[in-house]
């Protein structure tokens, strides 16, 4: 999850930074002034995508470590005196969150959910 929030940002960059550099060539080529570039990038729309991405790369990494930090203090500190049954809620809620956001949620994206049929 963590690698498709930062691929996400590198694009956001790349693209940020290849309308940079195309704007400057426009800009060089009819000898304009470089604080032109307002008018060839959308500023305000830029940061706010920008913003917006690191703002979630941000938010999703504090969640993961308090959940993950939640989960090593409920099953790892005196880990044999812990019930066998709290130990199997909590692995069948791992395995099934895992198998719905690899499985369920991006399979979304192709066409094999339009060729199952409902029961």
């Given at each position: 999850?963590?690698?498709?929030y930062l691929y996400n940002c590198i694009n956001c960059f790349e693209l940020l930074g290849?309308?940079?550099?195309?704007?400057?060539?426009?800009?060089?080529?009819?000898d304009g002034n470089m604080a032109e570039i307002e008018?060839?990038?959308?500023?305000?729309?830029?940061?706010?995508?920008?913003?917006?991405?690191?703002?979630?790369?941000?938010?999703?990494?504090?969640?993961?470590?308090?959940?993950?930090?939640?989960?090593?203090?409920?099953?790892?500190?005196?880990?044999?005196?812990?019930?066998?049954?709290?130990?199997?809620?909590?692995?069948?809620?791992?395995?099934?969150?895992?198998?719905?956001?690899?499985?369920?949620?991006?399979?979304?994206?192709?066409?094999?959910?339009?060729?199952?049929?409902?029961?």
């Open positions: 999850m963590g690698s498709a290849a309308a940079v550099i195309m704007s400057i060539i426009k800009i060089m080529g009819s008018n060839y990038i959308n500023v305000q729309k830029a940061t706010e995508i920008v913003i917006g991405i690191l703002l979630s790369v941000l938010v999703a990494f504090s969640i993961g470590a308090i959940i993950q930090w939640l989960s090593r203090l409920v099953l790892t500190f005196d880990f044999e005196s812990k019930s066998i049954l709290l130990n199997s809620i909590f692995g069948s809620l791992s395995f099934t969150s895992i198998i719905n956001f690899i499985l369920i949620k991006g399979i979304k994206g192709t066409p094999i959910p339009q060729r199952v049929t409902p029961l």
